[in-house]
């Protein structure tokens, strides 16, 4: 696709991992907490969107998922073995599959005819806004997150550096 939607999904496997080993502190009693207008409890949260990256994978890549979010909560250490392997296979993805030739999907039990960028992007959106979630459920409960925006990245990652005004 292009080195701009590699770096995206980079952001993305950074992103759930942030948030993740912010919940690794969390005990079992935190991760059920949920707020008004997310999608479940943190836990919950996570293994939808984990379980989600596998499905498109799946349709992208054909690679089979090993997550599904019908079964029991296998813990937040788990749930960051699952993204670390998602997130890099999106990567790869994400720089390898041709976005703009048709193909024939599994969508809601029925064969569906769509680019491949749709599902690319449906992967980013879904991360961001479950992320979202989880991120309200934290803050609702007064538990700091820390920063975790793309300028955080930016930061962490050694991307974004502050400069010496005196060395300009």
């Given at each position: 696709?292009?080195?701009?939607?590699?770096?995206?999904?980079?952001?993305?496997?950074?992103?759930?991992?942030?948030?993740?080993?912010?919940?690794?502190?969390?005990?079992?009693?935190?991760?059920?907490?949920?707020?008004?207008?997310?999608?479940?409890?943190?836990?919950?949260?996570?293994?939808?969107?984990?379980?989600?990256?596998?499905?498109?994978?799946?349709?992208?890549?054909?690679?089979?998922?090993?997550?599904?979010?019908?079964?029991?909560?296998?813990?937040?250490?788990?749930?960051?073995?699952?993204?670390?392997?998602?997130?890099?296979?999106?990567?790869?993805?994400?720089?390898?599959?041709?976005?703009?030739?048709?193909?024939?999907?599994?969508?809601?039990?029925?064969?569906?005819?769509?680019r491949p960028g749709v599902i690319v992007l449906q992967a980013m959106h879904h991360g961001n806004d479950h992320r979202a979630h989880v991120c309200t459920i934290?803050?609702?409960?007064?538990?700091?997150?820390?920063?975790?925006?793309?300028?955080?990245?930016?930061?962490?990652?050694?991307?974004?550096?502050?400069?010496?005004?005196?060395?300009?």
């Amino acid at each position: 696709m292009g080195p701009l939607i590699v770096e995206a999904f980079r952001y993305n496997r950074w992103a759930n991992l942030h948030l993740l080993d912010v919940c690794a502190g969390l005990n079992d009693e935190q991760l059920a907490w949920t707020a008004p207008g997310t999608y479940g409890t943190i836990g919950a949260t996570f293994q939808h969107l984990l379980s989600a990256e596998q499905r498109y994978l799946w349709r992208l890549v054909g690679r089979e998922a090993s997550l599904n979010e019908d079964q029991p909560f296998p813990g937040i250490a788990e749930l960051r073995r699952h993204a670390e392997s998602s997130g890099d296979a999106l990567i790869e993805a994400a720089a390898s599959v041709a976005h703009d030739q048709d193909e024939v999907y599994l969508f809601r039990n029925q064969r569906v005819r769509m680019r491949p960028g749709v599902i690319v992007l449906q992967a980013m959106h879904h991360g961001n806004d479950h992320r979202a979630h989880v991120c309200t459920i934290l803050g609702a409960h007064n538990v700091e997150y820390g920063e975790m925006d793309v300028w955080a990245y930016g930061y962490a990652n050694a991307y974004a550096k502050d400069v010496d005004e005196a060395a300009c």
